[in-house]
């Protein structure tokens, strides 16, 4: 019998993440972009919550 193997992720770094390479891309600053992203996974999390 094959063995199934899945990967839970928790989804705030990667929003985090996705937030940060956003703000580089509209030519942020990496400080700036790690705060923005920072603020947009927190944001997420209060509504969902």
Same mark, same amino acid.
């Given at each position: 019998?094959?063995?199934?193997? /899945? ?7 990667? +929003? /985090? ?17 790690? /705060? +923005? ?5 927190? +944001? ?6």
């Amino acid at each position: 019998m094959a063995q199934k193997n /899945t990967i839970s992720i928790n989804r705030a770094p990667v +929003l /985090t993440l996705w937030a940060i390479v956003v703000a580089r891309r509209l030519g942020f600053r990496k400080v700036e972009a790690l /705060t +923005l992203g920072k603020a947009v996974a927190g +944001l997420n999390a209060q509504a969902k919550g």
